[in-house]
């Protein structure tokens, strides 16, 4: 483990699990209001297959990594915060407090906790679909669609949300539908669509074809091959870390994942634990993760003002 910062192992106000877009958010907060403040950061966000970050304003094309070492460094320009490179793996509740313990056998203190672990992805098996992922096998198309437009385009389905995607898909290229014989529109969805120009193939894909990253087309388990300029997947995703769950907190099932319950300023029904990011938002992007951080890292600074800490 690094400390970014003076290693500091005097009870800090907040503990903050993630240091990507929500918890980098949070802490700014929190520090410019003198709160002492330790981000333990795995060093894995869930956009590190990206090539670039867009979308997020006043940073679109920069790089996930050139955003994150930006965000340490202006983070790192006030006394009370603290970077820890890192692995949460338990957290202990001890009714006025947290320890929070390290995959080294270190702990931290604080009074408050805020989860922004994120999420991880788990990709449909299909041969060729990981070394693409978040260059030209893509999820979101605010995030990346720009770089892939005016191509033939493909939805591979993976859940019954994949129907929404390939109705938004057409104002990027043309685009087909791979329901992978599993996830069928109804009449309304297929009239839809139809009406958004979307082409139909029911005959699962088995292989992206392509030379490097580049996608050149879909294999079909009939043997078939479709030329594609680029695809859509949505992935299984799930909790990065299991801290929220070992604590107690409740979850929602959203549109594609289990969501943390929380209140408006990302309270979690545990009392002096917060979530930001993708693990507490149903809909998910960088702005709306360092949103929510923004709130929790506020929440948490108004728990502590009221309960005098």
């Known amino acids: 483990m690094i400390f970014n910062h003076k290693e500091n192992n005097m009870q800090q106000d907040v503990v903050i699990i993630g240091g990507s877009f929500a918890g980098i958010s949070a802490a700014m907060q929190l520090v410019r209001a003198q709160r002492k403040v330790s981000v333990v950061d795995s060093g894995k966000p869930r956009?590190?297959?990206?090539?670039?970050?867009?979308?997020?304003?006043?940073l679109d094309g920069k790089s996930p990594k050139d955003i994150r070492e930006l965000t340490r460094q202006q983070l790192l320009a006030y006394d009370t915060a603290n970077i820890v490179n890192g692995e949460v793996v338990e957290v202990v509740n001890e009714g006025n407090g947290f320890t929070i313990k390290l995959s080294n056998n270190k702990k931290l203190t604080g009074n408050k906790l805020i989860i922004a672990s994120g999420l991880q992805d788990t990709l449909p098996d299909i041969v060729g679909i990981k070394s693409r992922w978040?260059?030209?096998?893509?999820?979101?198309?605010?995030?990346?669609?720009?770089?892939?437009?005016?191509?033939?385009?493909?939805?591979?389905?993976?859940?019954?949300m994949s129907l929404h995607q390939?109705?938004?898909?057409?104002?990027?290229?043309?685009?087909?539908?791979?329901?992978?014989?599993?996830?069928?529109?109804?009449?309304?969805?297929k009239d839809f669509l139809q009406k958004?120009?979307?082409?139909?193939?029911?005959?699962?894909?088995?292989?992206?074809?392509?030379?490097?990253?580049?996608?050149?087309?879909?294999?079909?388990?009939?043997?078939?091959?479709?030329?594609m300029g680029g695809l859509y997947v949505g992935p299984k995703a799930t909790m990065a870390s299991p801290i929220a769950?070992?604590?107690?907190?409740?979850?929602?099932?959203?549109?594609?994942?289990?969501?943390?319950?929380?209140?408006?300023?990302?309270?979690?029904?545990?009392?002096?634990?917060?979530?930001?990011?993708?693990?507490?938002?149903?809909?998910?992007?960088?702005?709306?993760?360092?949103?929510?951080?923004?709130?929790?890292?506020?929440?948490?600074?108004?728990?502590?003002?009221?309960?005098?800490?």
Request: aromatic share 10%.
């Open 245 to 309: 769950e070992q604590l107690g907190c409740e979850f929602f099932d959203g549109p594609v994942n289990k969501v943390i319950v929380t209140d408006d300023f990302k309270q979690t029904t545990v009392h002096g634990v917060f979530a930001a990011g993708d693990i507490a938002n149903p809909m998910q992007n960088a702005t709306f993760a360092s949103a929510s951080g923004v709130m929790a890292g506020v929440g948490a600074h108004k728990q502590l003002i009221h309960e005098l800490l």
């Open 134 to 160: 978040g260059k030209t096998v893509i999820h979101c198309p605010y995030c990346h669609g720009y770089e892939l437009r005016n191509r033939n385009l493909g939805v591979i389905a993976t859940s019954p």
């Open 196 to 227: 958004r120009g979307v082409k139909f193939e029911d005959c699962p894909v088995v292989e992206i074809i392509g030379n490097g990253i580049d996608v050149e087309g879909v294999k079909l388990a009939d043997g078939r091959i479709i030329n």
């Open 47 to 58: 956009n590190r297959f990206a090539e670039h970050s867009h979308g997020f304003f006043g």
């Open 166 to 189: 390939a109705g938004m898909i057409p104002d990027w290229g043309v685009t087909t539908y791979f329901s992978q014989g599993e996830f069928l529109p109804d009449a309304e969805q």
